[in-house]
């Protein structure tokens, strides 16, 4: 489903990924983990085209996505790509409902499908009671449920999440890392995730392991989550 091949990023002189080759398997669920300054952020970000590698090609679905124009690019990372980042980012002031619904009608979906679709999802998270408060009014858990419910409303092929659980107390850590394999499961959705977190790198179908700009190993896991 998405091919890296020789992927290269410099930033000021300073080489951060050295030729990365990686294939993500439609419905896998990989993790990515490595110490700090290893580049497993700017990988991610390449994937998920918030940025352009010096060199390489990323292809999702067959399309090699930095063939695109800007504009088709923008079109397609709102309509193929989820983000979940370590801080939530949902924007202050508006309801939790609306900051689900938004990538939609930045898509161009009308605002009362756009409203529908993101309170089927808001339920699923279990966020029913809660849809009409902002941001400040939720617990950490419950606004990172709400921005993967955001960044599930176009049904991504892919959801990118960069330290997703790393703000979040255990508790709602192991709840987070559950939904993602309940959302593999129930709704087919694939997950590359970087994270420092052992228990959920454990728990995927595979552990990218990467340091000072490359991939030093993939160990396929021998009991992933399903």
Sequence with gaps: ???????????????????????????????????????KTTLLQIMGSLDRPDSGTVS???EDIFKMSDNRLAHFRNANVGFVFQ??????????????????????????????????????????????????????????RAAVARALINGPK???????????????????????FDLRRDLGHTFVIVTHDESLARMADRRVEMRDGMITEIITNSNPIR
Excluded at 10 to 22: A, M, R, Y
Excluded at 158 to 178: F, I, M, Q, T
């Design 60 to 62: 999702i679905d067959g």
């Design 158 to 180: 892919v959801v990118l999440a960069d330290e997703p659980s790393g703000s979040l107390d255990s508790k709602n850590r192991s709840e987070l890392h559950r939904l993602f």
């Design 1 to 39: 489903m998405i091919e890296l091949r020789q992927i290269t990023k410099s930033f000021e002189g300073l080489k951060v990924l050295k030729g990365i080759d990686l294939d993500i398997a439609r419905g896998e669920i990989v993790s990515i983990v490595g110490p700090s300054g290893a580049g």
């Design 87 to 144: 801080f939530h980012q949902l924007l202050p002031e508006f309801t939790l409902e609306e900051n689900v619904a938004m990538p939609a009608m930045i898509g161009g979906m009308g605002k009362d499908e756009a409203m529908a679709k993101a309170r089927k999802l808001i339920d699923y998270m279990g966020l029913s009671e809660r849809r009409g408060h902002r941001p400040s009014e939720l617990s950490g858990g419950e606004r990172q």
